[in-house]
């Protein structure tokens, strides 16, 4: 139980992933709340956790919504009088690749808004609980394609590259509270967020023949990580990015060409 103890808030964890990470810290002992836009899975997802004798709150609610988030906070504090840990985690990506020539601006508006003001604003409401209770591990979610460019996926990915940045920032300023900040950058998981690639007639099959590891990422691995960066076993580790893609990335080249031959397939 090596979060006994603590609290978290979850952003996104309704469904998919977060979904997957407030099950995992639950399970290592922490009280969670999560904060998820979709009605549907707030109840859903706290009735099932609760069936379970997990503790774990539900809020429905908007990461670009500064009351919404600054009441997320201040419910685990209400209830638990205290907040360890935040995982960024709620994200949109693009259901189409356009590329940044053509992008409209309310499509990058929604990226940015989503998965860079989000964190930003969680972080900023959760900051002075942190400190009041003499330290916390922040958590945000990016992913490999903050580095390695998918042709029609630039606002995703470079919305993704600035929550980078941010981490280094904000570890940067809250080191001296003792407030962790890292980054999980994911690599390909499989989730209601890109569900409809794998749909695809043998897309599973040759995307796990492109990852060393041989399959997918799931739920559990993503949730074992943000155990680990949540917990006190990562107590001397911030401002760091960890890479989770069962080798994506190191496979370099053959992911390069790999990707190239994916765009008409994703803009069909
Ligand atoms: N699945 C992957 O392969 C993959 C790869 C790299 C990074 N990621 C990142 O991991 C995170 C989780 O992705 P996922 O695959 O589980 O996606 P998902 O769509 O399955 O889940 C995202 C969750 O966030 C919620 N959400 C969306 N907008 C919100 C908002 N404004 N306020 C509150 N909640 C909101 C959704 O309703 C959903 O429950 C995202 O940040 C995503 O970018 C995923």
Same mark, same amino acid.
């Given at each position: 139980m090596r979060l006994a103890g603590k609290t978290a808030l979850v952003t996104?964890?309704? *469904?998919?992933l977060g979904r997957g990470i407030v099950e995992g810290l639950c399970a290592e002992g922490a009280s969670v709340l999560f904060l998820e836009i979709e009605n549907d899975w707030v109840r859903q997802t706290e009735a099932d956790f609760r069936a379970r004798s997990m503790t774990v709150i539900g809020v429905h609610g908007d990461v670009t919504k500064v009351a919404d988030v600054k009441a997320a906070a201040e419910r685990c504090m209400a209830e638990w009088g205290r907040l360890d840990i935040l995982v960024n985690n709620a994200g949109v990506s693009m259901p189409l690749a356009i590329d940044l020539a053509d992008l409209p601006l309310d499509e990058w508006h929604r990226l940015i808004n989503v998965n860079l003001t989000g964190p930003l604003l969680c972080t900023q409401a959760v900051v002075p609980l942190m400190k009041q209770g003499g330290g916390g591990s922040i958590i945000n979610i990016t992913s490999i394609s903050a580095r390695s460019c998918y042709p029609g996926a630039g606002a995703y990915s470079i919305s993704k590259a600035a929550l980078e940045a941010l981490t280094l920032q904000s570890a940067v300023e809250l080191g001296p509270f003792n407030i962790r900040v890292n980054s999980m950058s994911l690599g390909w998981f499989r989730s209601a967020l890109n569900e409809h690639v794998y749909q695809k007639p043998g897309e599973l099959a040759r995307r796990e023949g492109m990852i060393p590891l041989g399959r997918i990422g799931s739920a559990e691995d993503c949730a074992r990580l943000a155990v680990f960066l949540a917990?006190?076993?990562? *107590?001397?580790?911030?401002g760091e990015s960890i890479e989770s893609d069962g080798g994506l990335l190191a496979a370099g080249l053959k992911y390069s060409v790999e990707l190239a031959r994916l765009r008409p397939a994703t803009k069909a």
């Open positions: 996104g964890g309704g *469904n998919g917990s006190d076993d990562s *107590n001397y580790i911030t």
